[in-house]
């Protein structure tokens, strides 16, 4: 079973700060998932990267699939960016594979 | 299109009721699963279809049942409801890797 890793486990950010959280993973992959969870709230699907680079908006994602590591980096954070960012990896292509989970981490950005 | 919708949003229930958690979606996708998410924990899989009529068990199944007679329908069973189940469980579905997930129904077992 693949051992995914998310660190740090929480995180505090001055609003302005440039933020960077990480994922690994323990067994080559199809595919690793970046997904956002405002309190109270659901689950959304940021970015799905199978290798190198994407970036939307104030958001960049990175994955180095020989290091299995991949980056989720925030630009000019801001108060509304406080979620928690849960990194996932799916282990073969297509729609139907099933993903595994990290514990996901706590972001809060104070004014 | 509504996406993926859950009902109830909340609910308590005694040791050794039963309910069923609905699910549904309007996106058409073949792929829905059921996750339950505990504090400390990362979100874990029930159960999950690959398409109507097609079920099969995830990485945490036990007390669960599911069907899929539709495409737009999962529904989860909670057969004899436990302390040990009490949890936030979320639906999804899923179209070329992406996944949708509902706003999730959180269950109190008392």
């Known amino acids: 079973k693949n051992e995914v890793e998310q660190s740090p486990q929480n995180l505090t950010a001055q609003e302005g700060e440039f933020i960077t959280i990480n994922c690994s993973y323990s067994v080559g992959i199809s595919a690793l998932h970046w997904l956002q969870q405002h309190p109270g709230g659901g689950i959304v699907s940021l970015f799905m990267?199978?290798?190198g680079k994407k970036k939307h908006g104030r958001l960049i994602a990175t994955i180095n699939i020989q290091e299995k590591h991949s980056s989720l980096h925030i630009t000019a954070s801001h108060p509304r960016d406080s979620a928690v960012y849960i990194c996932?990896?799916?282990?073969?292509?297509?729609?139907?594979?099933?993903?595994?989970f990290g514990k996901g981490i706590t972001l809060s950005v104070r004014p | 299109n509504a996406g993926v919708t859950q009902t109830p949003k909340f609910q308590v229930l005694k040791t050794g009721q039963s309910m069923t958690l609905q699910c549904a979606q309007d996106m058409n996708h073949e792929y829905m699963s059921w996750y339950r998410q505990d504090p400390g924990m990362g979100l874990r899989l029930i159960h999950y279809s690959v398409g109507a009529g097609i079920t099969d068990q995830g990485e945490v199944p036990n007390g669960y049942n599911v069907s899929r007679s539709t495409t737009e329908d999962f529904p989860l069973r909670l057969l004899s409801a436990a302390p040990s189940q009490t949890s936030v469980y979320f639906c999804?579905?899923?179209?070329?890797?992406?996944?949708?997930f509902g706003p999730g129904t959180r269950l109190l077992v008392l």
């Open positions: 996932a990896v799916s282990e073969s292509p297509g729609a139907n594979s099933k993903l595994t």
């Open positions: 990267l199978s290798s």
């Open positions: 999804a579905s899923s179209r070329a890797e992406t996944q949708y």
